[in-house]
């Protein structure tokens, strides 16, 4: 995220039971960490993170993936299929981990448990699933709340539904779960990249 304003967090596990231990025939989902290489990495991706940059790690698509979304972007950086058993399991079982970069030729990450960290605004996210009679334009404001299903969803002026934010920040959910809009702006129509400017 870039800039200053209020904060929110997410970390850690987030509940769920571990599967291992005695009796327990699967992973120790609280200190599930390894190493993995990225697998089908976006070039344009690849081509601006660096070492140490961070990644969110979510089950998306049909089958399902374990993709990894740069987390101050938002950008699909690849998938990992190392473990992916395991880390489908925990993540569904509530566990949320995170992706450090380690490498970028090839690309390479650690997987580990997240680790709270702030969302401060503003920061920068990407729309999806628009709908077809949404017209943006850069500059135009918008507001950014969570669904009844705690999705966040994005509305126009007129309170006319836009699109949702989908992958990036994890953390977002966090900070509407008090039920106020908050206040986002159009970047980049062509990208649905959208700024929001207060949390």
């Known amino acids: 995220m870039s800039g200053g304003g209020g904060s929110g967090s997410s970390g850690g596990a987030l509940g769920g039971a571990s599967f291992g231990g005695p009796g327990g025939t699967g992973p120790n989902c609280s200190s599930l960490a390894f190493d993995a290489t990225v697998m089908s990495p976006d070039p344009t991706v690849v081509a601006v993170i660096g070492v140490g940059a961070i990644c969110e790690v979510l089950l998306r698509g049909t089958p399902v993936q374990v993709r990894l979304y740069v987390r101050n972007t938002g950008d ?15 993540i569904e079982s509530g566990f949320a981990y995170e992706a450090e970069v380690r490498a970028v030729r090839p690309i390479s990450v650690r997987i580990m448990p997240r680790r709270p960290y702030p969302l401060v605004a503003p920061f920068s996210a990407v729309l999806v699933d628009v709908q077809p009679a949404a017209t943006l334009a850069n500059g135009d404001h918008l507001e950014v709340a969570l669904d009844a299903h705690g999705a966040v969803m994005v509305h126009d002026s007129l309170g006319s539904p836009v699109g949702r934010i989908d992958a990036e920040p994890v953390a977002l959910p966090e900070a509407l779960s008090d039920g106020r809009p908050r206040s986002a702006q159009v970047d980049d129509a062509a990208a649905g990249r959208i700024i929001i400017t207060d949390l």
């Open 76 to 90: 699909l950086l690849g998938a990992i299929t190392e473990r992916w058993a395991d880390l489908t399991a925990c």
